[in-house]
């Protein structure tokens, strides 16, 4: 299904329109400002695996960032009237607004925004796909995924981050239910509303033997029928607002991410300071001669005799200096590690801002939904009261 991505920003903006089904990639017009204020429009295609591509460059270059999430590739949390093919128009039409969202997301970040890779994801035609791999961010991709993968305890976690884990987990939790109760409501409106439909048939069967009834039963049955009908748009506009929160569901992930790079970051640094310790201690027991605990070396030293003067001072010589780069890399490490702190939380209390206004918008506009269906249903039992009253 070709599909279009609209976005705005100062760099491009995205625009374009659906075509038939048959196609899987995504349509991007992209303009360009020049100088003189003209717009100079170019069309671009991406496949959604282009997308993913992207995202994951993003991952690897911006570590400390909330990395917005692209929609699902296959329907979750579908109740059963809909389907779940990822190739059904319906879905397919989500999918699109979903990265349309992805894209604006990126955009609207600061950061993101200004990376020359997503520039050129917006507007370049033929070779983008060389032009991120020429950047070796899957190298780098595999080696963060094999590091994230390994198992670590860290023994000095920042307790923001700790929490912020914690939250994911829980935040996880409450929507994946929600989303689990939308469904099984679907399932039941859809029944309930359907169920209408009878009604207009045997009202319509009704007004057949009646004379004087006739005529009322029939416009009864009439709004019967609209009010069974009415369903279909209401679950489809409905499924749009459950979207909004599978992004944030998927969110979770992100922030895990962010969260897991921290915790590989103090592992590291304290890997780093472990071994500093270690190498000082090496350096004090061979300075004073006195062994602190039982070693391999202290050992051969007493079976083959102790080390002379001078190869005594070429060691320490040694050691300082291998104890002076390891304090480089230490130094470096924590600032590392502190820059990443402070970039990283910014980024958090960023995207918490972005759920709070979101999240509050989408409930609001579903609970409107929610009373707009519920007057729907008031206006159409109040024809049929006033075509029962005429009878």
Known sequence: MATPCSAVCEQACLRGSQRGVGADPIRLFSQTRFADGVRDPTSVWRRYSEFEVLRNYLLVTHPHVVIPPLPEKRAEFVWHKLSADNMD??????????????????????QLSQDPIVLSFLSQENGWKETVNNTEFQAKADSLLKSLSATFRVKSPDK??????RYCDELHAIISQILKIQMRLADRLYGIYKIHSNYGRVFSEWSAIEKDMGD???????????????IDDMLEEEEHYADHLKEFLYYTESLRSVCSKHELLQYELEQLQYALLAKKQQREELSTGMVRMFSLKGVTSKLFGQETAEQRQSKLQLMDKEIAEDERCVSAK????????????????????????????????????????????IAVWTNAKECFNKI
């Open 160 to 165: 923001r981050f700790v929490e912020l884990k």
């Open 334 to 377: 924590t600032q590392e590690n502190r820059d990443f702190v402070e970039k990283a939380w910014k980024d958090v209390e960023r995207f918490q801002r972005q759920k709070y206004k979101d999240l509050k918008e989408t409930l609001r506009s579903y609970a409107t939904m929610q009373v707009n269906m519920c007057k729907k249903g």
């Open 216 to 230: 009322g039963l029939q416009s009864a049955g009439h709004h019967m029928d609209v009010y069974a009908a009415s």
């Open 89 to 110: 128009p319906d879905f397919v039409e989500r999918r699109r607004v979903g990265l349309e969202t992805f894209l604006l997301r990126v955009i609207e970040h600061l």
